[in-house]
């Protein structure tokens, strides 16, 4: 497939030769010739300040490879408009060293690229997502659907349900019986970064919480069954560092799915593409039944943390 470079007519000779010269290096099967002036790899210098000619794109797409040494990334990205086509290059990185070390394949990222005659580079990235290694039962989306106005009240016992965790080990909620449990609804390609990615992070520090004062489970449902399986459950639990003894990610049947949601109190459905659904938290007392219920974004993790220490204590 040949994919090419477009630069707008604003822009120098010097800078077309550079953006052709990092496509080429990068393993794009351009057949376009380079002049022979054109260097083989643009010179980049790190912490180098920028021209008042520089141009900045907004760029998008999914890291494909990270190389922490330069420090630089592999991005799999959209086109940019009157630049460049859609293609996976190699980008150095310019932001803060913190943000650099969170970074890795399969993220789903939005930066600003920067170009100046024979420099770019990336700066401002911002994770939005994680996107796992496809599989070949992966789907977009479930026909099976929750239904409404069967969700369990506070105080109401949940009725006992089996689901399949990211090893593909069977797990019953009956089996946390005696310790407190905190109940979400996630995907793994959510690409609305104040939705599950959100949650995502929130849990984390639950979970960082529970294992230093050792008690509690953190099970994350997903509503997206057909394409979250276990094996890509596993590894994006993998990549957000999850302990399994601690947290468990839970896809199966989508009508088992389903009518677990249903007792929560959440609905999804897919659309265009994506899986919308409600974003609820709950926390299950020892003898399960609903202790507290989030809907919605507007809760913290300190406040689940002070409502499992709470069930936990009776």
Same mark, same amino acid.
């Given at each position: ?24 290096? %990068? ?48 991005? %799999? ?82 009725? !006992? ?91 199966? !049947? ?61």
């Amino acid at each position: 497939m040949k994919r090419r470079v477009f630069v707008s007519a604003g822009l120098a000779a010097g800078l077309v030769a550079a953006a052709l010269a990092l496509v080429l290096a %990068s393993g794009c099967k351009s057949r376009r010739e380079l002049p022979e002036s054109a260097p083989s790899r643009p010179a980049i210098t790190p912490g180098a300040a920028v021209s008042a000619n520089a141009k900045r794109y907004a760029l998008k797409g999914v890291i494909t490879a990270v190389d922490f040494s330069k420090p630089a990334i592999t991005v %799999s990205h959209e086109a940019i408009p009157g630049f460049m086509d859609a293609m996976t290059m190699s980008f150095p990185v310019r932001d803060d060293p913190k943000v650099v070390a969170l970074l890795r394949p399969g993220d789903r990222i939005e930066a600003r690229l920067v170009v100046d005659g024979n420099v770019f580079f990336l700066e401002n990235v911002l994770t939005k997502g994680y996107v796992p290694t496809p599989t070949a039962t992966s789907s977009s989306s479930s026909s099976v659907r929750p239904e409404p106005n069967r969700g369990v009240g506070v105080g109401e016992l949940v009725p !006992d349900f089996t689901l399949i965790d990211q090893n593909g080990k069977p797990v019953r909620l009956s089996q946390f019986r005696g310790e407190p449990v905190a109940v979400t609804f996630v995907y793994t390609r959510c690409p609305v970064a104040t939705a599950c990615p959100v949650t995502v992070g929130k849990f984390s520090k639950i979970a960082a919480a529970l294992e230093k004062e050792k008690f509690g489970t953190l099970l994350a449902v997903t509503v997206d069954p057909a394409g979250d399986t276990p094996a890509v459950l596993k590894e994006y639990a993998d990549h957000i560092g999850a302990d399994p003894t601690r947290w468990r990610f839970l896809t199966g !049947d989508p009508a088992a799915v389903a009518r677990v949601a249903e007792r929560f109190g959440v609905l999804y459905y897919p659309d265009r593409g994506q899986i919308v659904h409600s974003q609820t938290v709950a926390v299950v007392d020892p003898d399960g039944r609903i202790a507290n219920v989030y809907y919605g974004e507007q809760w913290e993790p300190e406040s689940v943390l002070q409502d499992l220490e709470k069930a936990r204590k009776g």
